[in-house]
């Protein structure tokens, strides 16, 4: 499956359009699936929490009812200083503070309380539960979060990650999510990519956020990248997991090809269940992954979706029935 970063949202050079995506545009069909952010729900801002509730709701009943899957990053502000969830010079650890025993548990637990309010919503006409994927404390092994290495302890953030699921599943009800284990791209073995592994009880899916191997100023590594994703995709198999390519993507797709010559042979090769790329800013002009209409990449990026491997929105199989 083919995914997106808010596809449906927003795109280059528009937002909040009904039933469009840039996708869409180019392609005939919306992304199979579609990534979403809880940031904006973990916050104290009464206003902005029901109008970010209200579109995720909403985001997620469409996706499904449509035949696509939702998939849920969460960019949280840091709770000691309801600051950026970037790790800035003046942020502050604070890890420690929010699992159990921490002087910010209770705080972080009413994070987890407007998440699961807002699932809560999540359901079909028949009033059945919709599953989406959560992928919380993605690319921990980087240091530009701060529940990034560096700003916490291994036990610290596993500890972190299990009481997240179990209060969640346990204590608030939320039954619909498929938990999804993403670190960045900075390991080389097995070993290194379960470091921080919290353990199967925790875990549904195992990914990889990699754009660092792809980038021209990075590694420019996409082998190493296949390399990586390999020992997901391996993993996962020996653990009884769904594997993916949580994030990736080239930022302007500077490279008209990229699509074809590049992300699909190594989709070919390695078995993931679906692959998303970030998100096409409408307030960026350099900061997006997909072509629009007019791109040099746009035919490239038409003949990736059409790959008898890649599926797209309209031609999934009815997983729900």
Known sequence: MFGHQEATSYGRTWIGDNDRSDVKDVTGSHPAIIGLDFSGVTTTDSLRYEKVKQHLVTSVIDTYNRGGVSTFAWHASNPANDGSFYWEKDSIKVVSDIIPGGKLHEKYKNYLKAIADVSSGFKTDKGEMIPVIFRPFHEYDGDWFWWGKGHCTKDELITLWRFTVGYLRDSLDVHNFIYAFSPDCKFFTEAEF???????????????????????????DPQLAETKLKIVADVAAKRNKLAAFTETGLEGVTQSDWYTATLLPMLKRVNVCYVLVWRNASDMAHHYYVPDRGHPAEEDFKRFCTDDIILMENNLPDMYK
Do not use: I, K
């Open 194 to 220: 379960l470091d921080y592994y919290p353990g199967d009880e925790y875990v549904d899916m195992l990914g990889m956020d990699n754009y660092w191997d792809f980038r021209p100023d990075g590694a420019n």
